[in-house]
């Protein structure tokens, strides 16, 4: 089965503290590629990053941060000093290599960051 | 980046009725267009995936025959909803992809409808 858990649904945090959010995903495929989407209230998804399944190295882009543990199959996202701008609902995606385009979605995480 | 637009951004419309929704990549060819749906605090589904010129591939459960998709040209793609009722009220966001693309979707700002 192909599948994406984001197992929390709901984070509430104060600006400058750090938050992480999870994703846990399920793929037979040994090729695959891992993806984050912000969806901020006024509804377009937008990219953070993309990740195949043979890079295991954490990436960080400013506040943003990725750890890829292929082990456990996770790809947690990591914003450090949290701000107002990022409250949003952040979603993990998969994409297996036996479906070419098919973007396999988690339920998504809504982040609340308050001043 | 590449931009896609959707058009109308929102749409209310009797039940019964048909809607259109347009999706367009402004920049860029898209071979391959997406159609998601999203109902309120959910993820979103992948109803169908459209290829320039030919017949859409819909999911398990999508009707067909109720959502009409045509990919006419490379950088158009359209939803029909036909006989819109209450339970089509929705969110549906497109996206496309190029060709030789490292597989990033571009997704569309999303049309948000609503069947009275």
């Known amino acids: 089965a192909q599948k994406v858990t984001q197992a929390q649904t709901e984070i509430s945090v104060v600006e400058k503290e750090d938050v992480t959010l999870d994703c846990v995903y399920e793929?037979?495929?040994?090729?695959?590629?891992l993806f984050w989407y912000k969806q901020p209230p006024s509804g377009e998804l937008v990219f953070l990053i993309r990740?195949?399944?043979?890079?295991?190295q954490n990436e960080i882009s400013g506040r943003y941060s990725w750890n890829f543990q292929k082990s456990t199959s996770s790809f947690n996202f990591t914003i450090t000093a949290s701000q107002v701008v990022d409250s949003a609902v952040y979603f993990c995606?998969?994409?297996?290599?036996?479906?070419?385009?098919?973007?396999?979605f988690g339920t998504g995480t809504r982040l609340q960051v308050f001043p | 980046g590449a931009v896609v637009s959707q058009h109308p951004s929102r749409v209310i419309c009797k039940s019964g009725t048909s809607v259109k929704i347009e999706c367009r990549s402004l920049?860029?060819?898209?071979?391959?267009m997406f159609w998601y749906r999203q109902f309120p605090k959910q993820s979103l589904m992948l109803m169908a995936t459209?290829?320039?010129?030919?017949?859409?591939?819909?999911e398990q459960g999508v009707e067909k025959d109720k959502f009409l998709i045509n990919h006419a040209s490379l950088t158009l793609s359209t939803l029909t909803v036909t006989s819109a009722h209450p339970e089509d009220s929705s969110f549906y966001i497109c996206?496309?992809?190029?060709?030789?693309?490292?597989?990033?979707?571009?997704f569309g700002p999303g049309t948000r409808l609503t069947v009275l």
């Open positions: 793929t037979r495929d040994t090729t695959y590629y």
């Open positions: 996206s496309a992809r190029g060709a030789g693309g490292l597989y990033e979707q571009f």
């Open positions: 990740r195949n399944s043979f890079d295991e």
């Open positions: 920049d860029f060819q898209a071979t391959t």
């Open positions: 459209s290829n320039e010129g030919s017949k859409a591939t819909y």
């Open positions: 995606a998969l994409r297996p290599t036996g479906y070419t385009d098919k973007l396999i």
